[in-house]
């Protein structure tokens, strides 16, 4: 679980001064338009135009490229004029996919036009843009000064943490030596609006802001990212609360889905056999359904499909399910867990760290299984 005390006191600090100027003049020069020349290289390697002088922020997040979550940070950022905005999405929305690799299976990279920014949209995972953008296989740059995931739809607090893919992308680019930031936005369907997304960047900038000044510094934290949790209502939060991580999960809710409710199931469900086939065909089809759109404005840079082998049983039977979650109601009431701060209306702010720290007492009980097991 992590701690408050693995925040330096620089970027609190740095915080605390830029709220205190949050009611003044922050308006950033205008930037004139200046068009990304598409990849001219006939390779996989996109080269891009950039300025050396100017430091590179990398952006992606866990619904895609036209998420309004995404398009508000790049704008945001854009506006700022001082950085080399570099973007790479997941074609579909994957905010669940946890810390998942795409492995042995090819996937595509298509150019896409995203104003002020070098962007291209994945057909992978959010850690899939993470791990390619920082390989140096795709872009001119070799490390951006910062990773920021986001903004994503929905909250990921406690334990929901673990299967977030908003998270997961920020400990990527943690893992691989790069200072990262994750922002959410705890949406409320049916109460939530496109506008909130916008309004959650505005007050995460100062957070933003002081990262940025810390990594600059040298002073960010090397074994912590931080998770950026905005409440339903943005411009109506009480203010910044540096929270820990809870253990509150959401209930997942496994409904069992009839064939008739798929037409694809319907179609491929009652042939026996067929149930790797089937995954593959809609991968395929995702696939094939993603390179005709790219095609008409995107330059599509890799584009391969893998086959799925394996023995066809005659007298398997397939059956369908479909994954909701449900929040579960908790009972603690520490008002510096993540959860509890934003139902307060805070802006939960929790480090996260992926430094292996042993507890004490697990550590004691292990050595003591040990030491039973050698002397029985």
Not at 117 to 122: C, D, H, I, Q, R
Not at 224 to 236: C, G, K, M, Q, R
Not at 252 to 263: G, L, V
């Amino acid at each position: 679980m992590a701690s408050p005390g693995m925040l330096p006191a620089g970027l609190v600090s740095n915080l605390q001064d830029v709220l205190k100027k949050k009611g003044g003049n922050n308006n950033a020069p205008e930037k004139d338009d200046n068009k990304k020349d598409d990849d001219q290289s006939s390779s996989s390697t996109a080269v891009e135009e950039y300025d050396p002088s100017k430091p590179v922020i990398f952006v992606t997040n866990t619904e895609g490229l036209d998420s309004p979550g995404l398009i508000s940070l790049v704008e945001a950022l854009v506006d700022e004029a001082l950085y080399n905005i570099s973007v790479c999405a997941p074609q579909l929305d994957k905010s669940f996919s946890g810390h998942s690799y795409t492995y042995q299976e090819s996937i595509s990279v298509s150019s896409a036009e995203l104003k002020g920014a070098t962007a291209y949209e994945v057909s992978g995972t959010p850690v899939d843009c993470v791990s390619l953008a920082l390989s140096g296989a795709l872009f001119a740059w070799s490390k951006p000064l910062l990773v920021i995931v986001g903004v994503n739809k929905g909250p990921s607090c406690g334990n929901d943490m673990f299967s977030s893919s908003a998270v997961a992308g920020a400990r990527q680019a943690l893992i691989s030596g790069v200072p990262s930031l994750s922002i959410s936005l705890n949406w409320k369907k049916g109460e939530s609006q496109e506008s909130h997304f916008k309004d959650a960047v505005s007050v995460c900038m100062p957070v933003i802001k002081a990262a940025i000044r810390d990594v600059e510094k040298g002073v960010f934290p090397k074994t912590s990212s931080l998770h950026i949790t905005v409440p339903a209502s943005p411009t109506e939060n009480k203010g910044f609360k540096l929270t820990k991580q809870s253990s509150c999960r959401s209930k997942p809710i496994w409904q069992a889905i009839a064939a008739n409710r798929n037409p694809s199931a319907a179609r491929y469900g009652n042939q026996p056999g067929m149930g790797l086939q089937f995954a593959q065909l809609g991968r395929d089809a995702s696939a094939a359904a993603a390179a005709r759109r790219n095609s008409q404005n995107k330059s599509l840079e890799v584009v391969e499909s893998v086959g799925v082998s394996g023995k066809v049983d005659p007298n398997r039977k397939v059956k369908y399910f479909r994954l909701e979650f449900q929040d579960s109601n908790q009972e603690d009431t520490d008002e510096n867990l993540d959860f509890r701060a934003l139902e307060n209306g805070f802006i939960s702010v929790t480090p996260i760290s992926v430094s292996q720290v042993i507890e004490p007492d697990i550590e004691k009980a292990a050595s003591d299984w040990i030491s039973d097991s050698i002397h029985d």
